[in-house]
Protein backbone atom coordinates (compact mmCIF):
# COMPACT_ATOMS: atom_id res chain seq x y z
CA UNK A 1 0.00 0.00 0.00
CA UNK A 2 2.76 2.76 1.17
CA UNK A 3 4.92 1.64 -2.33
CA UNK A 4 1.85 1.94 -4.47
CA UNK A 5 1.08 5.66 -2.68
CA UNK A 6 5.10 6.96 -3.16
CA UNK A 7 4.73 5.65 -6.74
CA UNK A 8 1.57 7.97 -7.39
CA UNK A 9 2.95 10.84 -6.12
CA UNK A 10 6.76 10.74 -7.33
CA UNK A 11 5.34 9.43 -11.35
CA UNK A 12 5.97 5.85 -11.92
CA UNK A 13 8.24 5.28 -14.65
CA UNK A 14 10.33 7.66 -14.19
CA UNK A 15 14.36 7.33 -14.90
CA UNK A 16 16.35 6.81 -12.00
CA UNK A 17 19.12 9.57 -13.05
CA UNK A 18 21.42 9.56 -9.87
CA UNK A 19 23.94 7.17 -9.28
CA UNK A 20 24.38 6.20 -5.52
CA UNK A 21 28.69 6.35 -6.68
CA UNK A 22 27.94 10.25 -7.33
CA UNK A 23 26.17 10.71 -3.80
CA UNK A 24 28.69 8.54 -1.80
CA UNK A 25 31.44 10.87 -3.75
CA UNK A 26 30.01 14.23 -3.18
CA UNK A 27 29.32 13.06 0.46
CA UNK A 28 33.34 11.92 0.85
CA UNK A 29 34.16 15.65 0.07
CA UNK A 30 31.70 17.38 2.23
CA UNK A 31 32.62 14.88 4.80
CA UNK A 32 36.13 16.07 4.37
CA UNK A 33 35.60 19.79 4.43
CA UNK A 34 33.47 19.51 7.56
CA UNK A 35 36.32 17.65 9.75
CA UNK A 36 38.79 20.07 7.79
CA UNK A 37 36.71 23.53 8.85
CA UNK A 38 36.30 21.66 12.56
CA UNK A 39 39.83 21.31 13.17
CA UNK A 40 41.24 24.61 11.58
CA UNK A 41 38.01 26.82 13.87
CA UNK A 42 38.98 24.47 17.06
CA UNK A 43 42.89 24.00 17.24
CA UNK A 44 44.21 27.19 15.01
CA UNK A 45 41.54 29.78 15.51
CA UNK A 46 40.77 29.07 19.12
CA UNK A 47 36.95 28.73 18.42
CA UNK A 48 35.61 26.96 21.50
CA UNK A 49 33.05 23.86 19.59
CA UNK A 50 31.27 20.86 21.16
CA UNK A 51 34.05 18.77 19.68
CA UNK A 52 32.91 15.27 20.45
CA UNK A 53 29.26 16.03 18.94
CA UNK A 54 30.94 17.64 15.92
CA UNK A 55 32.59 14.53 15.27
CA UNK A 56 29.33 12.36 16.28
CA UNK A 57 27.43 14.25 13.69
CA UNK A 58 30.33 13.66 10.77
CA UNK A 59 30.97 10.21 12.12
CA UNK A 60 26.94 9.56 11.14
CA UNK A 61 27.45 10.50 7.62
CA UNK A 62 31.34 8.42 6.80
CA UNK A 63 28.87 5.50 8.72
CA UNK A 64 26.02 6.25 6.16
CA UNK A 65 28.69 6.24 3.24
CA UNK A 66 30.47 2.95 4.84
CA UNK A 67 26.81 0.72 4.76
CA UNK A 68 26.12 2.45 1.54
CA UNK A 69 29.45 1.31 -0.33
CA UNK A 70 28.77 -2.31 1.18
CA UNK A 71 25.15 -2.78 1.40
CA UNK A 72 24.47 -1.87 -2.32
CA UNK A 73 25.97 -1.76 -5.37
CA UNK A 74 28.50 1.12 -6.60
CA UNK A 75 26.77 1.54 -10.07
CA UNK A 76 22.99 1.74 -8.39
CA UNK A 77 20.72 3.70 -9.82
CA UNK A 78 18.68 5.48 -7.11
CA UNK A 79 14.82 6.28 -7.72
CA UNK A 80 13.73 9.38 -6.86
CA UNK A 81 11.91 8.44 -3.10
CA UNK A 82 15.98 6.93 -2.41
CA UNK A 83 17.62 9.55 -3.90
CA UNK A 84 15.11 12.21 -2.13
CA UNK A 85 15.65 10.22 1.46
CA UNK A 86 19.67 10.11 0.73
CA UNK A 87 19.47 13.69 0.17
CA UNK A 88 16.97 14.63 3.35
CA UNK A 89 19.91 12.81 5.56
CA UNK A 90 22.42 15.04 4.19
CA UNK A 91 20.35 18.41 5.00
CA UNK A 92 19.32 17.14 8.93
CA UNK A 93 23.26 16.18 9.28
CA UNK A 94 24.15 19.67 7.64
CA UNK A 95 21.48 21.13 9.61
CA UNK A 96 22.25 19.55 13.32
CA UNK A 97 25.77 20.66 12.46
CA UNK A 98 25.08 24.16 11.90
CA UNK A 99 22.93 23.83 15.25
CA UNK A 100 26.29 22.84 16.90
CA UNK A 101 28.56 25.97 15.38
CA UNK A 102 26.88 28.99 16.01
CA UNK A 103 24.11 28.79 13.38
CA UNK A 104 23.84 31.82 11.06
CA UNK A 105 26.88 32.74 12.17
CA UNK A 106 28.84 30.29 10.50
CA UNK A 107 29.60 31.20 7.14
CA UNK A 108 29.15 27.64 5.83
CA UNK A 109 25.37 27.56 6.36
CA UNK A 110 25.36 28.43 2.95
CA UNK A 111 25.96 24.95 1.87
CA UNK A 112 22.79 24.01 2.76
CA UNK A 113 21.69 24.98 -0.83
CA UNK A 114 23.80 22.11 -2.61
CA UNK A 115 21.05 18.95 -1.66
CA UNK A 116 18.91 21.32 -3.33
CA UNK A 117 20.78 21.90 -6.48
CA UNK A 118 21.68 18.24 -7.01
CA UNK A 119 17.92 17.98 -6.48
CA UNK A 120 17.19 20.53 -9.15
CA UNK A 121 19.60 19.20 -12.00
CA UNK A 122 18.18 15.04 -11.72
CA UNK A 123 15.20 14.27 -10.18
CA UNK A 124 11.96 15.56 -10.24
CA UNK A 125 9.89 18.68 -9.55
CA UNK A 126 8.02 17.51 -6.64
CA UNK A 127 11.14 15.48 -5.22
CA UNK A 128 13.03 19.08 -5.59
CA UNK A 129 10.33 21.11 -3.80
CA UNK A 130 9.84 19.05 -1.07
CA UNK A 131 13.52 19.05 -0.43
CA UNK A 132 13.64 22.96 -1.17
CA UNK A 133 11.27 23.60 1.69
CA UNK A 134 12.76 21.19 3.85
CA UNK A 135 15.97 22.96 3.79
CA UNK A 136 14.27 26.55 4.22
CA UNK A 137 12.75 24.88 7.24
CA UNK A 138 16.26 23.50 8.54
CA UNK A 139 18.01 26.71 8.13
CA UNK A 140 15.75 28.65 9.72
CA UNK A 141 15.03 26.32 13.16
CA UNK A 142 19.00 26.87 12.54
CA UNK A 143 18.95 30.32 12.56
CA UNK A 144 16.64 30.43 15.85
CA UNK A 145 17.97 27.52 18.17
CA UNK A 146 21.81 27.24 17.74
CA UNK A 147 24.66 27.02 20.01
CA UNK A 148 26.45 30.18 19.51
CA UNK A 149 30.31 29.98 18.83
CA UNK A 150 32.68 31.30 21.47
CA UNK A 151 36.50 32.08 22.07
CA UNK A 152 38.62 30.47 24.66
CA UNK A 153 38.50 33.01 26.62
CA UNK A 154 34.65 32.75 26.91
CA UNK A 155 33.82 35.80 24.29
CA UNK A 156 30.73 34.84 22.72
CA UNK A 157 30.60 35.67 18.35
CA UNK A 158 28.25 37.15 17.50
CA UNK A 159 26.88 39.15 14.48
CA UNK A 160 24.38 42.03 13.73
CA UNK A 161 20.64 40.91 13.94
CA UNK A 162 20.29 42.65 10.51
CA UNK A 163 23.11 40.93 9.18
CA UNK A 164 21.79 37.80 10.33
CA UNK A 165 18.01 38.01 8.93
CA UNK A 166 19.74 39.24 5.48
CA UNK A 167 22.17 35.89 5.71
CA UNK A 168 18.82 33.63 5.90
CA UNK A 169 16.79 35.96 3.87
CA UNK A 170 19.92 35.08 1.11
CA UNK A 171 20.28 31.39 1.83
CA UNK A 172 16.41 31.51 1.23
CA UNK A 173 16.40 32.78 -2.34
CA UNK A 174 19.77 31.10 -3.15
CA UNK A 175 17.86 28.18 -2.48
CA UNK A 176 14.33 29.16 -4.71
CA UNK A 177 16.24 30.73 -7.53
CA UNK A 178 18.85 28.60 -8.16
CA UNK A 179 17.07 25.24 -7.29
CA UNK A 180 14.29 26.79 -9.78
CA UNK A 181 17.59 27.89 -12.32
CA UNK A 182 19.30 24.27 -11.95
CA UNK A 183 15.72 23.09 -12.91
CA UNK A 184 15.20 24.85 -15.78
CA UNK A 185 18.95 24.65 -17.19
CA UNK A 186 18.35 19.97 -16.37
CA UNK A 187 15.36 20.40 -18.20
CA UNK A 188 16.45 22.03 -21.67
CA UNK A 189 19.48 19.59 -21.07
CA UNK A 190 17.29 16.81 -21.04
CA UNK A 191 15.03 18.21 -23.62
CA UNK A 192 18.03 18.67 -26.09
CA UNK A 193 19.14 15.48 -25.46
CA UNK A 194 15.97 13.24 -26.14
CA UNK A 195 15.32 15.87 -29.53
CA UNK A 196 18.93 14.85 -30.54
CA UNK A 197 18.03 11.26 -30.31
CA UNK A 198 14.76 11.32 -32.23
CA UNK A 199 16.98 13.38 -34.80
CA UNK A 200 19.47 10.08 -35.13
CA UNK A 201 16.44 7.42 -35.06
CA UNK A 202 14.94 9.47 -37.76
CA UNK A 203 17.85 9.55 -39.59
CA UNK A 204 17.97 6.09 -38.92
CA UNK A 205 15.01 4.99 -40.44
CA UNK A 206 15.34 7.35 -43.33
CA UNK A 207 18.68 5.93 -44.19
CA UNK A 208 16.76 2.29 -44.13
CA UNK A 209 14.52 3.11 -46.11
CA UNK A 210 17.08 4.62 -48.72
CA UNK A 211 18.91 1.09 -48.49
CA UNK A 212 15.49 -0.79 -48.97
CA UNK A 213 14.67 0.69 -51.95
CA UNK A 214 18.28 0.17 -53.59
CA UNK A 215 17.62 -3.37 -52.47
CA UNK A 216 14.56 -3.56 -54.82
CA UNK A 217 16.34 -1.58 -57.29
CA UNK A 218 19.09 -4.27 -56.85
CA UNK A 219 16.58 -6.99 -57.08
CA UNK A 220 14.65 -5.56 -60.27
CA UNK A 221 17.86 -5.78 -61.98
CA UNK A 222 19.44 -8.73 -60.96
CA UNK A 223 16.47 -11.06 -61.66
CA UNK A 224 15.49 -9.53 -64.57
CA UNK A 225 18.00 -12.13 -67.16
CA UNK A 226 17.17 -14.91 -65.14
CA UNK A 227 13.41 -14.57 -64.90
CA UNK A 228 13.42 -13.90 -68.43
CA UNK A 229 15.13 -16.67 -69.66
CA UNK A 230 12.99 -19.19 -67.48
CA UNK A 231 10.12 -17.75 -69.17
CA UNK A 232 11.69 -18.30 -71.90
CA UNK A 233 12.95 -21.73 -71.51
CA UNK A 234 8.90 -22.51 -69.95
CA UNK A 235 7.48 -21.47 -73.32
CA UNK A 236 9.54 -23.66 -75.42
CA UNK A 237 9.09 -26.32 -73.38
CA UNK A 238 5.43 -25.94 -73.81
CA UNK A 239 5.43 -25.44 -76.95
CA UNK A 240 7.79 -28.40 -78.00
CA UNK A 241 8.07 -31.10 -75.32
CA UNK A 242 5.22 -33.41 -76.64
CA UNK A 243 7.53 -33.13 -79.98
CA UNK A 244 10.77 -33.12 -78.64
CA UNK A 245 11.04 -35.82 -75.89
CA UNK A 246 14.84 -35.42 -75.41
CA UNK A 247 14.79 -31.29 -74.45
CA UNK A 248 17.14 -32.59 -72.00
CA UNK A 249 19.42 -29.73 -72.18
CA UNK A 250 16.22 -26.97 -71.69
CA UNK A 251 15.12 -28.89 -68.85
CA UNK A 252 19.00 -28.52 -67.30
CA UNK A 253 18.96 -24.87 -68.26
CA UNK A 254 15.70 -24.20 -66.22
CA UNK A 255 17.01 -25.82 -63.17
CA UNK A 256 20.20 -23.93 -63.76
CA UNK A 257 18.36 -20.40 -64.08
CA UNK A 258 16.15 -21.54 -60.83
CA UNK A 259 19.41 -21.96 -58.83
CA UNK A 260 20.62 -18.82 -59.90
CA UNK A 261 17.41 -17.06 -58.89
CA UNK A 262 18.03 -18.95 -55.41
CA UNK A 263 21.51 -17.62 -54.84
CA UNK A 264 20.46 -13.85 -56.05
CA UNK A 265 17.47 -14.07 -53.17
CA UNK A 266 20.43 -15.57 -50.68
CA UNK A 267 22.82 -12.79 -51.51
CA UNK A 268 20.08 -10.10 -50.90
CA UNK A 269 19.23 -11.47 -48.11
CA UNK A 270 22.72 -11.44 -46.42
CA UNK A 271 23.49 -7.78 -47.56
CA UNK A 272 21.74 -5.68 -50.20
CA UNK A 273 23.60 -3.66 -53.19
CA UNK A 274 24.03 -0.07 -52.33
CA UNK A 275 22.57 1.06 -56.05
CA UNK A 276 24.13 4.38 -56.96
CA UNK A 277 21.13 5.19 -59.21
CA UNK A 278 19.77 6.09 -55.60
CA UNK A 279 22.71 8.25 -54.41
CA UNK A 280 22.02 11.42 -57.16
CA UNK A 281 18.99 12.38 -58.75
CA UNK A 282 17.72 15.38 -60.24
CA UNK A 283 16.40 18.27 -57.92
CA UNK A 284 12.90 18.15 -59.24
CA UNK A 285 12.73 14.33 -58.46
CA UNK A 286 14.02 14.85 -55.07
CA UNK A 287 11.74 17.19 -54.21
CA UNK A 288 8.98 15.19 -55.37
CA UNK A 289 9.96 12.00 -53.50
CA UNK A 290 9.84 14.22 -50.20
CA UNK A 291 6.71 15.46 -50.84
CA UNK A 292 4.98 12.29 -52.11
CA UNK A 293 3.70 10.95 -48.61
CA UNK A 294 1.46 14.35 -48.32
CA UNK A 295 0.47 14.49 -52.04
CA UNK A 296 -2.98 13.12 -51.32
CA UNK A 297 -4.19 15.03 -48.28
CA UNK A 298 -6.44 17.46 -49.93
CA UNK A 299 -4.31 20.31 -50.54
CA UNK A 300 -2.57 20.67 -53.69
CA UNK A 301 1.28 21.45 -53.80
CA UNK A 302 2.61 23.31 -56.66
CA UNK A 303 6.32 22.84 -57.77
CA UNK A 304 8.18 25.80 -59.56
CA UNK A 305 11.58 25.26 -60.54
CA UNK A 306 13.96 27.53 -62.74
CA UNK A 307 17.45 28.87 -63.15
CA UNK A 308 18.49 32.57 -62.30
CA UNK A 309 20.16 34.45 -64.84
CA UNK A 310 23.50 33.18 -65.99
CA UNK A 311 23.00 29.45 -64.69
CA UNK A 312 22.43 26.45 -66.70
CA UNK A 313 18.94 25.90 -67.83
CA UNK A 314 18.99 22.49 -66.82
CA UNK A 315 18.16 20.71 -62.95
CA UNK A 316 21.24 20.15 -61.42
CA UNK A 317 21.99 16.80 -60.09
CA UNK A 318 21.95 17.03 -56.36
CA UNK A 319 22.94 14.10 -53.78
CA UNK A 320 19.74 11.70 -52.93
CA UNK A 321 20.76 11.79 -48.74
CA UNK A 322 18.80 11.07 -46.01
CA UNK A 323 19.10 13.62 -44.25
CA UNK A 324 17.91 16.18 -46.89
CA UNK A 325 14.66 14.00 -48.17
CA UNK A 326 13.69 13.46 -44.30
CA UNK A 327 13.98 17.24 -43.64
CA UNK A 328 12.25 18.82 -46.69
CA UNK A 329 9.61 16.05 -46.02
CA UNK A 330 9.12 17.45 -42.83
CA UNK A 331 8.81 20.96 -43.73
CA UNK A 332 6.43 19.83 -46.25
CA UNK A 333 4.36 17.74 -43.80
CA UNK A 334 4.27 21.03 -41.50
CA UNK A 335 2.90 23.48 -44.52
CA UNK A 336 0.37 21.09 -45.75
CA UNK A 337 -0.83 20.69 -42.25
CA UNK A 338 -1.30 24.68 -42.01
CA UNK A 339 -2.58 25.28 -45.23
CA UNK A 340 -5.80 26.34 -46.70
CA UNK A 341 -5.62 24.70 -50.32
CA UNK A 342 -2.48 24.67 -51.66
CA UNK A 343 1.48 24.58 -50.55
CA UNK A 344 4.27 26.11 -52.81
CA UNK A 345 7.64 24.14 -53.40
CA UNK A 346 10.06 26.94 -55.47
CA UNK A 347 13.66 25.87 -56.01
CA UNK A 348 16.05 28.51 -58.17
CA UNK A 349 19.90 27.78 -58.50
CA UNK A 350 22.58 29.97 -59.91
CA UNK A 351 26.27 29.02 -60.21
CA UNK A 352 27.37 29.12 -56.41
CA UNK A 353 24.16 28.60 -54.87
CA UNK A 354 20.50 26.56 -54.61
CA UNK A 355 17.54 28.14 -53.18
CA UNK A 356 14.30 25.87 -52.20
CA UNK A 357 11.65 27.54 -50.42
CA UNK A 358 8.18 25.57 -48.64
CA UNK A 359 5.23 28.48 -48.75
CA UNK A 360 1.45 27.55 -47.95
CA UNK A 361 -1.92 29.69 -47.79
CA UNK A 362 -2.32 29.28 -44.10
CA UNK A 363 -2.00 31.56 -40.87
CA UNK A 364 1.65 31.74 -40.69
CA UNK A 365 3.79 31.44 -37.67
CA UNK A 366 2.72 32.90 -34.30
CA UNK A 367 5.15 35.25 -32.91
CA UNK A 368 6.03 34.21 -29.78
CA UNK A 369 6.83 30.57 -32.16
CA UNK A 370 8.74 32.55 -35.02
CA UNK A 371 11.94 33.43 -32.69
CA UNK A 372 11.91 29.94 -31.44
CA UNK A 373 11.78 27.96 -34.47
CA UNK A 374 14.27 25.15 -34.27
CA UNK A 375 13.99 24.58 -30.00
CA UNK A 376 12.50 21.17 -29.75
CA UNK A 377 9.28 21.01 -27.91
CA UNK A 378 8.29 24.79 -28.39
CA UNK A 379 4.88 24.18 -27.72
CA UNK A 380 1.96 21.30 -27.18
CA UNK A 381 -0.80 21.08 -28.94
CA UNK A 382 -3.92 19.89 -27.26
CA UNK A 383 -7.02 20.96 -28.24
CA UNK A 384 -9.37 19.30 -30.19
CA UNK A 385 -9.61 22.37 -32.74
CA UNK A 386 -5.82 22.06 -33.42
CA UNK A 387 -5.65 18.53 -33.89
CA UNK A 388 -8.15 18.52 -36.88
CA UNK A 389 -5.97 20.85 -38.61
CA UNK A 390 -3.00 18.18 -38.16
CA UNK A 391 -4.75 14.58 -38.56
CA UNK A 392 -2.52 11.83 -37.64
CA UNK A 393 -0.19 14.30 -36.08
CA UNK A 394 0.58 14.98 -32.41
CA UNK A 395 3.64 16.96 -31.87
CA UNK A 396 5.56 19.74 -29.44
CA UNK A 397 8.13 21.39 -31.91
CA UNK A 398 10.10 18.35 -32.20
CA UNK A 399 9.21 18.35 -36.19
CA UNK A 400 10.63 21.28 -37.26
CA UNK A 401 13.94 20.81 -34.84
CA UNK A 402 14.65 17.79 -36.27
CA UNK A 403 14.07 19.06 -40.20
CA UNK A 404 16.95 21.94 -39.35
CA UNK A 405 19.42 19.58 -37.87
CA UNK A 406 19.34 17.51 -40.72
CA UNK A 407 19.59 19.68 -42.78
CA UNK A 408 22.06 21.66 -41.27
CA UNK A 409 24.09 18.72 -41.36
CA UNK A 410 23.57 18.64 -45.08
CA UNK A 411 25.35 22.37 -45.06
CA UNK A 412 21.67 24.49 -45.81
CA UNK A 413 21.21 27.82 -43.97
CA UNK A 414 17.49 27.65 -42.84
CA UNK A 415 15.03 30.95 -42.41
CA UNK A 416 11.91 30.94 -41.10
CA UNK A 417 9.22 33.93 -42.13
CA UNK A 418 5.55 34.66 -42.51
CA UNK A 419 3.87 35.77 -46.06
CA UNK A 420 2.22 39.00 -44.58
CA UNK A 421 2.61 40.97 -41.83
CA UNK A 422 0.30 39.93 -38.90
CA UNK A 423 -1.39 43.65 -38.43
CA UNK A 424 -2.38 43.38 -41.92
CA UNK A 425 -5.83 43.20 -43.20
CA UNK A 426 -6.91 40.05 -44.85
CA UNK A 427 -7.98 41.26 -47.55
CA UNK A 428 -4.43 42.83 -48.21
CA UNK A 429 -3.14 39.71 -47.89
CA UNK A 430 -1.64 38.00 -50.99
CA UNK A 431 -1.92 34.24 -52.02
CA UNK A 432 1.06 33.12 -50.64
CA UNK A 433 0.07 34.38 -46.85
CA UNK A 434 1.65 31.38 -44.54
CA UNK A 435 4.58 30.22 -43.60
CA UNK A 436 7.75 30.67 -45.56
CA UNK A 437 10.64 28.25 -44.90
CA UNK A 438 13.54 29.08 -47.40
CA UNK A 439 16.94 27.05 -47.64
CA UNK A 440 19.50 28.22 -49.06
CA UNK A 441 23.09 25.51 -49.92
CA UNK A 442 26.44 26.38 -51.40
CA UNK A 443 26.36 24.20 -54.71
CA UNK A 444 29.40 22.31 -53.45
CA UNK A 445 27.28 21.19 -50.66
CA UNK A 446 24.45 19.58 -52.75
CA UNK A 447 25.10 18.96 -55.73
CA UNK A 448 26.63 15.46 -56.83
CA UNK A 449 30.00 15.19 -58.06
CA UNK A 450 31.62 13.15 -61.18
CA UNK A 451 30.93 13.15 -64.32
CA UNK A 452 28.02 11.10 -64.41
CA UNK A 453 29.49 7.48 -64.33
CA UNK A 454 28.48 5.30 -61.17
CA UNK A 455 30.57 2.84 -61.77
CA UNK A 456 29.75 -1.20 -60.10
CA UNK A 457 27.18 -1.30 -57.33
CA UNK A 458 28.47 -2.00 -54.18
CA UNK A 459 27.14 -4.25 -50.99
CA UNK A 460 25.28 -2.44 -47.89
CA UNK A 461 27.20 -2.07 -44.78
CA UNK A 462 25.59 -3.98 -42.42
Not at 8 to 24: D, K, M
Not at 254 to 282: T, W, Y
Request: charged fraction near 20%; include cysteine; hydrophobic fraction near 45%.
Amino acid sequence: MIKTGTSAFFGAGGENRLRLRTLIVLRWMAIGGQLSAITVAYFFLGIGLPLGLCCLVVGASVIANLVSSVAYPMNRRLSDMEAMLVLLFDLGQLSFLLYLTGGLTNPFALLIIAPVIISAFALQSRTTIIIGLMAIWLVSLAAVFNIPLHYADGTTLTVPRLLEVGFWLSIVIGILFLGLYSHRVSSEIRSMSDALLATQMALAREQKLTDLGGVVAAAAHELGTPLATIKLVSAELIEELSDHPDLRDDAKLIKEQADRCRDILRSMGRAGKNDLHLMRAPLGAVLKDAAEPHADRGKKILFDLHATAGAPTSQPMIQRKPEVIHGIRNLIQNAVDFAETTVWIDAEWSTKALTVRVVDDGRGYSNDILVRIGDPFVRQRNSAQKQETRPGYEGMGLGLFIAKTLLERSGAELSFANGYDSTSQTSDRPARCGAIVELIWALPDIVAQGDGALGVNTPIDS
